[in-house]
């Protein structure tokens, strides 16, 4: 079995100190077998695939800021006087929580600094996590075998949100404040419980005296654990899945092209770890990030115009903002038997992220239901050539998107001078209407793109030279492909609509009816890649302009 | 000239630019602050006063405030208002309005300080009304944290915790308070110009005012600790800035990294 | 270019199909030659590139150093201003950007120039083979007869029942998060004394009374209960519920439902400053269109009309708070809210007629 055990194996003795620390750890942990298999695992390369890495290094840019705050901040709502040096504030009537963030920002050297660090890296950890999941949403990198990591890369997104909403009310400051007013409303919207939840949550009536610890723990313990323990299932994944690559020459479902972890792909990923961290310092270091010192302390009286929660829980906010409360004289808050159904909170706080969080975790299924789809998928597929799924795709973000803006619907008004009411009003027609549009608009744009590669496969690029002939016409000179540049455009699949298939007693039942009027709507419009034939017919149409392209050829090479 | 052409096709020139520009801005910010003064003048008014303001009231206001300023459907009386309403409206420009629309807008003053005062001396002869601030009140020498707490209750709902202004119903809005001389916010709190609640001294007292405007011009000297205040908007401004300018940084190094080395 | 065909004649103008249903594809020419960079054939460009890269790891340490410098050489003592607060924020920073662009650049450069760049194709292996799958299903039925869960029925169903009941507890002992919701929901401090003392209306911040006289047309007044700034426990919590907006209208602009017509006093009302939506401040008020607005969703409610709500998310007015005057002019709450504030809940129905008894 291994060689401590047959005496007679040559036994293996290192020669330098650093060689025997080695040997001594390899032979109690067996490191040499792990970097036997990882070593030189091969990662494919490009500037898309790197969104999840910002992910993670902003993650441990958190975890490493995050020590550095607790060692100096203080999550109690006690009352107390400030005493610091920022000076508007002083003796100002505050809860020990601000007050320790306050030190922090301007007592603490470096305070401030992490402060900043761990806030603009929070800010980018959720908008990298975001990116990285339309990455993989528009290249359609979810299919077989990767569904359970889209399940888990999701259950990340709402960690994350989670992490950041539970670090943002920590300061105790107004803004934050009244944000936690507000999840106090929404929670006490919820029928039959609601109260009891509020109570629960803040130990007692709003605001209470636990809530900033309680927060605190969640956000220091709980939540950053979960995201931990996601995040190892997450590269787990990775690694038994092999990373997907973009179509191109020499790439197939079968096999992995790029790069050696060791030394380069390991290189190009650890330093830019550094970059990521040098341009959220960056940011630190010239941008103000969270001024806690302009809202002052918690006070349920006073709220300062643009009351607005961070970026990634806008969205949610702008669809409390955009639903009326009134429609004429008829009120959206309903009593019956007694009791309140608040659907002016409760349909635009829960309908919108349900349905949103819904169809992103069971996308991968239902595209799999209707494609009816088995097979494993490592290439992936550029956005143009899956139109109906880009157009979903496009039409889910800019529904996101209205609900995002519709959070800043009153610096929208005051910034381009426009009415308030009038923002609103717009939005909540593009709140129905926008999706619808973007829909269209997506799936005719990608049509049209695959189109033009179609074009450039068979007939070439474009040069803007004219020429004309002897016999007087004009034409573009075009110049040919080389066969890996066309492989780029011809190497994808186009399926066509699946019709009904009657089931095992031969009948189409109804469930079957509608995945085929689905799959039509997914597949009914298409391009199909150009084939060789068409290139051979393209050519033949082609004569002429071939001649013209060698005499120039010729010419160019007599320079 | 050449290898200048050729390093500014190099990959890393977009990545150098975009750091320099992002270094650049970060810094002028961080360090440009202004300090504002502000003026103060107590004013006794003579007769002439009144008579010349009498006339540049009727060539210039009556049109909308009606002969006598007692009002017409396009302008409200002026009877009572103070000279201190006059000032405030004429010399920040607000008067005469441009056009009509939601509220006036702030622009270069239209009248000289004298004929500004003129104006004022004319309209307090109508009635008795809030006078222009004598300097006491002005001075800078308030309790800015106490101040603070008064302006975030009565004041920073509408014009937002760090004076950035915000909106208000059907197009109006509270404005930014950043260079706004302490005279003209006394006068604005004294008198309720358009939709501004009035807040008389029993509600904020002379000092109260005083400590507001200590606040404002030291939050306004002092700007931000931590950088560029990135327009003191909050979380919106802050959630762009890292969507636009973060991301866009990392991906400028992201395809860097990924692109072949010629 | 009607030569230009996208091969789609005869379908639908959006369908473009290669004409045949079994299309023959390109094949695939496989990884394209390897090309050599600069450094690979010209050693002058390899050494500059290595100079590049030991430049960038020197830039790292000169930005490590200004961290250090900027670190203990500016003290942040109790008369720092904010200038130097900043100054220093802005240097710790810039030393911290060159130090970690400075290795990350200098690393990247490095892989990109000098390491080998071939790509490389590696072989993907089945995720699950089925020989593995067999094993699995043989070990797994091997452990399950092992137990003998199967044969022994009393055993796995009173199992499942004591795994079912064991989390009960787990949830059970987050009962003391918070006391049960109770009527304080329905109650402010403006309810008058045991005494039958009405309470007066007092300025926020500072608590003290307002007299009916300092209110002039056109104003607005932050109020909160007199003796709420002397509360000791739950401050916060009772002025989470009982801060009031105070305006002054003339008295011909009001139009009070005549339950409710003693509730003002000469043009005086007073609203709950609580948003009805999810509980932010309405503190906004216009005097002249007499609006509230809340900054936090825009809802917007009408004084004239007992603000009723007449834009936004909030489906209620904000509750009325009945005032008079009392024997030295300070103006004091008659009663109670008669309804709860804030933002609604599931039982604030039953709620609307406790204060009121």
Redo the contacts between chains.
């Keep these: 079995m291994s060689s401590s055990l047959t005496p007679d194996a040559p036994v293996f003795a290192a020669k330098t100190t650093g060689g025997r620390i080695t040997d001594f750890v390899d032979q109690r942990v067996g490191g040499s077998g792990i970097l036997r298999e990882f070593g030189r695992k091969v990662f494919p390369?490009?500037?898309?695939?790197?969104?999840g890495e910002?992910a993670l290094y902003s993650f441990v840019i958190l975890l490493l800021s995050g020590t550095f705050l607790t060692f100096f901040f203080d999550p109690s709502m006690a009352e107390t006087h400030y005493a610091g040096s920022y000076?508007?504030?002083?003796?100002?009537e505050m809860s020990v929580a601000y007050s320790s963030s306050l030190d922090i920002?301007?007592d603490v050297r470096g305070g401030?600094f992490m402060r900043?660090v761990h806030h603009?890296s929070a800010?980018?950890f959720v908008?990298?996590v975001s990116?990285h999941m339309l990455r993989v949403f528009f290249t359609g990198a979810f299919r077989k075998p990767r569904e359970l990591n889209w399940v888990v890369g999701s259950v990340l997104l709402i960690l994350s949100m989670a992490a950041g909403f539970t670090g943002y009310s920590l300061p105790d400051d107004?803004?934050s404040g009244n944000g936690l007013r507000i999840i106090d409303g929404v929670i006490k919207s919820i029928p039959v419980v609601g109260t009891y939840i509020s109570f629960f949550l803040f130990g007692g009536e709003f605001p209470g005296t636990m809530i900033i610890s309680r927060l605190y723990t969640l956000h220091i313990l709980l939540v950053p654990a979960l995201i931990l323990l996601m995040i190892v299932m997450h590269l787990f994944m990775v690694v038994v899945h092999k990373h997907t690559q973009y179509p191109g020459p020499g790439r197939n479902d079968g096999n992995v092209v790029g790069y050696p972890l060791g030394p380069v792909y390991a290189a190009?990923a650890g330093?830019?770890f550094f970059?990521?961290f040098g341009?959220?310092a960056?940011?630190a270091?010239?941008?103000?990030?969270?001024?806690i010192?302009?809202?002052?302390p918690y006070?349920p009286?006073?709220?300062?115009?643009?009351?607005?929660?961070?970026?990634y829980i806008?969205f949610v906010d702008g669809a409390l903002r955009l639903m009326p409360g009134t429609i004429g004289d008829w009120k959206v808050e309903q009593i019956w038997f007694g009791h309140m159904f608040t659907f002016n909170v409760l349909l635009p706080a829960l309908v919108p992220a349900g349905i949103l969080f819904t169809v992103m975790f069971a996308y991968p299924w239902i595209e799999r239901w209707i494609t009816k789809d088995n097979r494993e998928h490592h290439v992936l597929d550029r956005p143009r050539n899956a139109p109906t799924r880009t157009a979903i795709g496009m039409a889910g973000f800019v529904w996101y998107c209205v609900m995002w803006a519709a959070?800043?619907?009153?610096?929208i008004?005051?910034h381009f001078?426009?009415?308030?009411?009038?923002v609103t009003y717009w939005l909540r027609a593009l709140f129905f209407i926008g999706p619808v549009i973007a829909f269209i608009v997506t799936k005719r744009v990608a049509l049209a793109l695959q189109r033009k590669d179609r074009e450039i496969a068979l007939h070439g690029r474009e040069t803007g030279r004219i020429v004309r002939l002897p016999h007087g016409e004009f034409i573009e000179v075009h110049a040919p492909l080389d066969e890996y540049k066309r492989y780029m455009l011809v190497g994808f699949e186009s399926p066509a609509p699946l019709p009904a298939v009657p089931n095992d007693h031969g009948v189409v039942d109804r469930k079957e009816k509608l995945r085929a009027k689905l799959s039509r709507w997914f597949f009914e419009d298409r391009v199909a890649p150009a084939s060789p034939a068409e290139l051979e017919a393209a050519h033949g149409h082609h004569g002429v302009h071939e001649a013209v392209e060698a005499a120039e050829s010729q010419k160019t090479l007599s320079h | 000239m050449k290898a200048l052409s050729q390093k500014r096709r190099h990959p890393l020139a977009a990545i150098a630019l975009l750091?320099m520009g992002?270094?650049v801005?970060?810094?002028l910010?961080?360090v440009a602050?202004t300090v504002n003064q502000a003026k103060a003048d107590t004013t006794t008014y003579s007769a002439s006063d009144v008579e010349e303001g009498g006339k540049l009231f009727a060539a210039n206001c009556a049109t909308c405030h009606g002969m006598g300023a007692s009002g017409s459907q396009s302008g409200p009386s002026l009877v009572g208002v103070g000279a201190a309403a006059v000032d405030f409206q004429v010399a920040t420009g607000r008067m005469p309005m441009e056009m009509n629309g939601?509220q006036a807008q702030q622009k270069p003053a239209q009248f000289n300080e004298e004929q500004t005062k003129q104006m004022a001396a004319y309209v307090a002869s109508l009635g008795p009304g809030p006078a222009i601030p004598e300097a006491g009140v002005l001075g800078e020498k308030g309790d800015?944290?106490k101040g603070?707490?008064?302006f975030?209750?009565?004041c920073?709902?509408?014009?937002?915790?760090?004076a950035?202004?915000?909106?208000?119903?059907?197009?109006?809005?509270?404005p930014a308070l950043a260079g706004v001389s302490g005279q003209h916010i006394y006068e604005a709190m004294v008198t309720?110009p358009?939709?501004?609640?009035?807040?008389?001294d029993?509600?904020i007292s002379p000092e109260g005012k005083r400590d507001i405007i200590t606040?404002l011009k030291?939050?306004e000297a002092?700007?931000?600790?931590?950088?560029?205040?990135?327009g003191?908007?909050?979380?919106?401004?802050?959630?762009?800035?890292?969507?636009i300018?973060?991301?866009g940084?990392?991906?400028a190094?992201?395809?860097?990294?990924?692109?072949?080395?010629? | 270019m009607g030569n230009h065909s996208d091969g789609s004649p005869s379908h639908s103008g959006t369908v473009a199909t290669a004409g045949q249903n079994e299309v023959e594809k390109f094949q695939d020419p496989g990884i394209p030659p390897h090309?050599l960079?600069?450094?690979d054939t010209d050693p002058r460009a390899a050494k500059k590139a290595e100079r590049q890269v030991a430049l960038l790891f020197g830039i790292s340490v000169v930005g490590t150093l200004i961290f250090l410098v900027s670190y203990f050489a500016i003290d942040l003592g109790n008369d720092s201003?904010?200038?130097t607060?900043?100054l220093q924020?802005?240097l710790l920073?810039?030393g911290t950007a060159f130090a970690m662009?400075g290795i990350g650049t200098g690393i990247?450069h490095w892989a990109?120039?000098l390491m080998p760049?071939h790509e490389v194709s590696e072989e993907r292996h089945a995720i699950r083979t089925e020989d593995d799958r067999q094993a699995a299903v043989r070990i797994v039925d091997d452990i399950v007869e092992e137990t003998g869960i199967k044969r022994r029925p009393l055993i796995r169903n009173t199992l499942l029942g004591a795994v079912a009941l064991a989390p009960l507890p787990a949830l059970a002992i987050f009962g003391d998060l918070g006391p049960r919701p109770d009527n304080t929901l329905a109650h402010t401090m403006w309810a008058p004394g045991p005494d039958g003392k009405l309470k007066r209306l007092a300025?926020?911040?500072d608590g003290t009374p307002?007299?009916a006289?300092?209110?002039?047309?056109?104003?607005?007044?932050?109020v909160i209960p007199e003796g709420l700034n002397e509360l000791t426990e739950g401050k916060l919590n009772e002025k989470a519920k009982s801060v009031v907006l105070l305006?002054r209208l003339n008295p011909e602009e009001l139009h009070p439902s005549p339950e409710r017509a003693d509730w003002a006093y000469n043009g005086i009302v007073a609203y709950s400053k609580i948003c009805t939506h999810v509980g932010c401040?309405v503190?906004?008020?216009?005097?002249?269109?007499h609006?509230l607005?809340c900054?936090c969703h825009?809802s917007?409610f009408d004084l004239t009309q007992q603000c009723k709500v007449i834009?936004g998310p909030a489906s209620r007015p904000l509750p009325q708070l009945p005032i008079a005057v009392d024997s030295e002019g300070y103006l004091v709450a008659t009663s109670d809210f008669h309804e709860p504030v804030g933002p609604t809940y599931w039982e604030r129905e039953q709620h609307v007629l406790i204060p009121n008894s």
């Design positions: 390369d490009h500037w898309s695939f790197m969104f910002v000076t508007p504030l002083t003796n100002v920002s301007f401030m900043q603009w800010l980018l908008a990298s990116v107004l803004l190009k330093g830019f970059i990521v341009v959220v960056i940011m270091a010239f941008f103000t990030i969270n001024p010192w302009n809202y002052g006070d009286s006073p709220v300062s115009a643009g009351t607005q929660p961070d970026w806008g959070a800043g619907s009153d610096l008004a005051t001078h426009v009415a308030l009411n009038d | 750091l992002l270094l801005t970060g810094g910010y961080a602050t939601p800015a944290a603070g707490e008064l975030r209750t009565n920073a709902m509408c014009h937002n915790a760090a950035a202004g915000g909106a208000l119903t059907r197009g109006k809005f509270a309720g358009q939709n501004m609640p009035v807040f008389n029993a509600n606040f030291q939050i002092n700007g931000s600790p931590g950088g560029a205040d990135l003191a908007l909050g979380p919106v401004s802050e959630g762009l800035f890292v969507w300018a973060g991301l940084v990392i991906i190094f992201t395809i860097w990294l990924t692109s072949r080395t010629s | 090309r960079r600069l450094a201003s904010i200038a607060i900043r924020n802005a920073g810039t662009l990247v990109k120039a760049d300025r926020d911040p307002i007299k006289a300092d209110v002039t047309i056109g104003s607005a007044f932050h305006m401040p503190a906004l008020y216009e005097q002249q269109t609006h607005l900054p825009q917007t834009f």
